[in-house]
C-alpha cells in the first residue's frame, strides 16, 4: 500500500509560480513512477505530468515549458513546480503512483491516489 499527502495549493494571479509537493509512504519510492493529474468540476481528471525514478518525464501539451515535474528518491517526494499560471490551470491537483514502470498520462493506469490540493489562478 501506497499513502500520498499532496500539499503546497493556493491562490495566485496570473503569471505567478506555486510548487506542489507530494510526500510518498509505504512502498519503495525508487520502484514507483508518478504523476501529477488535475480536475476541475465537471471534467475528468487529465494528466498533467509523469516522472519516473530514472529521471525521464513526459508532459501534458498545455504545460510543456511552464510547469516542470521532479522527485527525490532519498526523501520519497514528487514536486510540480508550475510557472506563469492561467486562470485555465485553476483545477485540484492530484499526486498519484503506479505500480507498473512506464511514463503515462492516463488516469487508469495508477493505482494510488493523494486527496488532492486546490489551486486557483485570477486574472
Known amino acids: 500500500q501506497v499513502q500520498l499527502v499532496e500539499s503546497g495549493g493556493g491562490s495566485v494571479q496570473t503569471g505567478g509560480s506555486l510548487l506542489l509537493s507530494c510526500a510518498v509512504s509505504?512502498?519503495?519510492?525508487?520502484?514507483?513512477?508518478m504523476g501529477w493529474f488535475r480536475r476541475t468540476p465537471g471534467e475528468e481528471r487529465d494528466g498533467v505530468a509523469s516522472?519516473?525514478?530514472?529521471?525521464?518525464?513526459i508532459y501534458a501539451d498545455s504545460v510543456k515549458g511552464r510547469f516542470t515535474i521532479s522527485r527525490d528518491n532519498a526523501k520519497n517526494t514528487l514536486d510540480l513546480q508550475m510557472n506563469s499560471l492561467k486562470p485555465e490551470d485553476t483545477a485540484m491537483y492530484y499526486c498519484?503512483?503506479?505500480?507498473?514502470?512506464?511514463?503515462?498520462?492516463?488516469?487508469?493506469?495508477?493505482?494510488?491516489w493523494g486527496q488532492g490540493t486546490q489551486v486557483t489562478v485570477s486574472s
Open positions: 509505504g512502498d519503495t519510492y525508487s520502484r514507483l513512477c
Open positions: 516522472i519516473c525514478s530514472d529521471g525521464r518525464t
Open positions: 498519484a503512483a503506479r505500480a507498473r514502470w512506464g511514463l503515462s498520462l492516463d488516469e487508469t493506469d495508477y493505482n494510488y
